[in-house]
């Protein structure tokens, strides 16, 4: 694989593997509806919405795989949700359908399980539980995905990432951290494994705490190396632990479990 298309490239994940996969010698299209700085070398910027059909099939054209991390990442007005999320990727789908088929490594969310309990343990084949609007609209990209795969054998990686963060923050964390050394090892892996199908991939370290159960992708070889539990210590002296009969102390969606609709305007 020679080009990479980077959606979402202007947000945190998006610059995160924009240092990390250039250092691979690939060719990297950056795309974001967002202000994305000057290429340097090895890079190409493209400006897209995802909600335009038309500029998104221009996009794809060219590449051999996306990793697409574009759309809303948060609760929001369900509008908005609607033009980036769920009409976004099916643009992306079908542009990918037109140019080749470029394998996917779609950035889905734990929050499409969100209102499973913490002390409950999930592998990949557990019914969707989603905690929100945003939680939704990840469960019908992980469809849309697997509906591609069946009817056009579209290759796609579904992988519903934790908390991705240079560092575990608060006690939730403990259990749903994904380092950025673990995301980077984690695309990588994907983008070269030989056979790749159309997986659910729970986005996580290998913390002690973790409540997900991977076994099902170890046909891939990814094997994260870092463990939240290394901050146990400083994120105990940060932070009290939840009350035990709070949404924060009782579901895997944490605070995503509280969250209002949001009105439109």
Same mark, same amino acid.
């Not at 542009?95 to 969100?114: C, E, K, Q, Y």
């Not at 932070?239 to 924060?248: I, K, N, V």
């Given at each position: ?16 593997? @924009?240092? @990390? ?10 795309? +974001? ?10 890079? %190409?910027?493209?400006?897209?919405? /995802? ?5 998104? +099939?221009?996009?794809? !054209? ?5 990793? *697409?991390?574009?759309?809303?990442? /948060? ?5 908005? $949700? ?7 990727? &099916?643009? /992306? ?19 499409? $399980?969100?209102?499973? @309990?913490?002390? %409950? ?7 969707? @539980? ?18 591609? &795969? ?16 240079? #560092?575990?923050?608060? *006690? #939730?964390?403990?259990?749903?951290? /994904? ?28 913390? !002690? ?31 009290? #632990? ?24």
């Amino acid at each position: 694989m020679r080009r990479i298309l980077i959606t979402g490239a202007a947000g945190g994940l998006g610059r995160v593997l @924009r240092t @990390r996969l250039r250092a691979e010698g690939l060719l990297l299209r950056l795309s +974001d509806v967002a202000e994305i700085g000057e290429p340097v070398p090895g890079e %190409e910027i493209v400006r897209c919405d /995802l909600a335009d059909a038309k500029a998104v +099939d221009r996009l794809v !054209d060219g590449c051999d795989a996306i990793i *697409h991390l574009g759309g809303i990442s /948060l609760e929001d007005r369900f509008s908005r $949700i609607l033009d980036a999320n769920i009409l976004g990727l &099916f643009n /992306l789908y079908e542009a990918a359908r037109a140019h080749g088929h470029p394998r996917i490594f779609f950035a889905s969310s734990n929050h499409t $399980i969100g209102f499973y @309990r913490q002390d %409950e343990r999930l592998d990949a084949g557990m019914p969707m @539980r989603p905690d929100g609007l945003y939680g939704v609209s990840k469960c019908f990209g992980e469809a849309l995905a697997r509906m591609y &795969f069946d009817k056009f054998g579209q290759e796609t990686a579904i992988v519903r990432i934790g908390s991705c963060f240079e #560092r575990p923050r608060n *006690h #939730r964390m403990l259990s749903s951290w /994904l380092s950025y050394d673990d995301l980077t090892s984690l695309v990588t892996c994907v983008l070269r494994a030989p056979l790749l199908g159309c997986p659910v991939i729970w986005g996580v370290s290998d913390n !002690d705490r973790s409540w997900w159960d991977n076994s099902a992708i170890a046909y891939l070889g990814w094997r994260p190396k870092d463990n939240a539990e290394a901050f146990r210590d400083e994120i105990e002296r940060m932070e009290e #632990r939840p009350a035990p009969d709070t949404p924060l102390a009782i579901w895997q969606g944490g605070p995503f479990t509280q969250d209002p609709i949001v009105p439109e305007a």
